[in-house]
């Protein structure tokens, strides 16, 4: 089993920033991709930013220039690095990873493990 923990959320005034975190853990043998979505009340979950394990980056149309994705491959995690943030970016953030893990001594995959969610509140 492949855990994400999230991390970082919280209220902030348009224009300021934050720092997501989201961390693995588990019999992990490898990390292919590591995404950020958001789901808003009432919306559907929609990618935000997501990277490959060799550092390839794909964002959201409405956060380029604002939002960076990067990871450390080392720890297992995932950062968001959200700048000139906007009342529209309020939504619940979810972690995402895909890769290989060690089950009963084979490598298994591992599709669309999501965290739990944290909040990100941007006040007008």
């Known amino acids: 089993q492949v855990h994400l923990v999230e991390s970082g959320g919280g209220l902030v005034q348009a224009g300021g920033s934050l720092r997501l975190s989201c961390t693995a853990s588990?019999?992990?043998?490898?990390?292919?991709?590591m995404g950020w979505y958001r789901q808003a009340p009432g919306k559907q979950r929609e990618l935000v930013a997501r990277?490959?394990?060799?550092?390839?980056?794909n964002y959201k149309d409405s956060v380029k220039g604002r939002f960076t994705i990067s990871r450390d491959n080392a720890k297992n995690t995932v950062y968001l690095q959200m700048n000139d943030l906007k009342p529209e970016d309020t939504a619940a953030y979810y972690c995402?990873?895909?890769?290989?893990?060690?089950?009963?001594?084979?490598?298994?995959?591992?599709?669309?493990?999501w965290g739990q969610g944290t909040q990100v509140t941007v006040s007008s």
């Open positions: 995402n990873a895909q890769g290989q893990y060690y089950s009963g001594g084979y490598l298994q995959p591992f599709l669309g493990s």
């Open positions: 588990g019999t992990i043998f490898r990390i292919d991709e």
């Open positions: 990277i490959t394990y060799s550092g390839v980056t």
